[in-house]
C-alpha cells in the first residue's frame, strides 16, 4: 500500500472517479485541483495548487510517493494557457518528484491526441511515430519525452496513457475504436502501483473494443486486461446518429475533431 496517494486534476471528471475509486491503494490521497473538490474526507488531503507555481507544485508533490497526475489544461487552447499547465506544469512537477525525500511512481495522463495524425486505418503500438493535432497533442508528446528523461537520468518510474475517450458510455462512432471504460481505467490504474518493476512505458488508454486502433503488447508485463468492449453501444450509437463521412476528419484521422481545429490565439 502507498503511503500518499497524489490525485491532481482531482475535480474533473477521471479525476472524481480517481477519488471516488482509489482510496484503497494508499493510507491518505491527498486531491489536488485550483479550486473546489469540496471537504476533505476521513483519509483525504486537499490541495489548491496552479501547476504553473513551482513552489505550491513542490509544496503538493512533497511526501506523495505515487501520483496519479490528471490536471492540466486537457482541451486544446492558446498556447500560452497549456504552456502554463501543461510544459511548465510538467516540468515542476517532475522537478518536484526529483527533489522530494520520498520517490514516486507516476500515473502521467498523456493523450490520444499525441498520436492523432495517425489514419484509422493505421494499428499504433508503442513505438509508433508521434503525429500530435494541436498544441495540446504537442504538449502530451512533450510530457511523455520528459517522463522518459526523468526515468533515463533520475530513474522516477511513469506509466504514460494516452488516454482515448473515457466516459460511461461512447458518445459517437470514433469512440467505438477509443473508448475506455471508468472500470477499465481503474484496473489499470492498480496494475501501476502493483508491478514491481513499472519502467516508463507508453499505454493506449482504450478498453477490449472490438474497432481498437492500438496495440498494448508492449505492457503485457503490467497483468492489465481491460474487460470491457464499446462494441456492446454500437447499436444504440448507430440509431442516434449516422455514421460521419468517409472524408470527415472524424472518420479519416484517429485524433478526431481535433485534426481540424484551428489554432486558438490568446
Known amino acids: 500500500m502507498l503511503n500518499k496517494l497524489l490525485i491532481t486534476g482531482a475535480g474533473g471528471g477521471l479525476g472524481t472517479v480517481c477519488r471516488d475509486r482509489l482510496g484503497h491503494l494508499a493510507r491518505t490521497v491527498r486531491l489536488a485541483d485550483r479550486d473546489g473538490l469540496g471537504e476533505a474526507g476521513a483519509t483525504e488531503e486537499i490541495v489548491h495548487c496552479d501547476l504553473g507555481d513551482k513552489a505550491a507544485v513542490a509544496a503538493m508533490v512533497d511526501g506523495c510517493d505515487g501520483i496519479v497526475h ?22 515542476n512537477l517532475y522537478e518536484a518528484a526529483r527533489k522530494s525525500p520520498v520517490t514516486p511512481r507516476i500515473v502521467y495522463a498523456s493523450s490520444n491526441h499525441a498520436i492523432g495524425f495517425h489514419p484509422q486505418t493505421d494499428r499504433l503500438d508503442a513505438h509508433s511515430p508521434t503525429r500530435p493535432d494541436g498544441f495540446y497533442g504537442v504538449s502530451k508528446v512533450f510530457g511523455e519525452a520528459l517522463a522518459r528523461m526523468y526515468f533515463d537520468k533520475f530513474g522516477i518510474e ?71 468492449n464499446a462494441e456492446a453501444f454500437r447499436a444504440r450509437i448507430d440509431a442516434e446518429m449516422d455514421p460521419p463521412p468517409a472524408d470527415d476528419v472524424n472518420a479519416m484521422y484517429q485524433g478526431g475533431a481535433f485534426c481540424r481545429d484551428g489554432i486558438h490565439e490568446a
Not at 502501483?193 to 478498453?207: E, M, T
Request: charged share 25%; net charge negative.
Open 158 to 228: 511513469t506509466a504514460c496513457v494516452r488516454v482515448g475517450s473515457s466516459f460511461p458510455e461512447p458518445r459517437n462512432h470514433r469512440m467505438l475504436s477509443t473508448w475506455m471504460s471508468y472500470d477499465d481505467f481503474v484496473r489499470l490504474i492498480e496494475r501501476v502501483f502493483a508491478v514491481p518493476r513499472l519502467g516508463c512505458p507508453i499505454v493506449y488508454g482504450a478498453s477490449d473494443n472490438d474497432a481498437a486502433w492500438w496495440d498494448n503488447r508492449e505492457v503485457a508485463y503490467l497483468g492489465w486486461r481491460p474487460q470491457d
Open 70 to 91: 490528471l490536471g492540466g489544461q486537457s482541451v486544446e487552447a492558446p498556447w500560452e494557457t497549456i504552456r502554463n499547465a501543461n510544459i511548465d506544469g510538467m516540468v
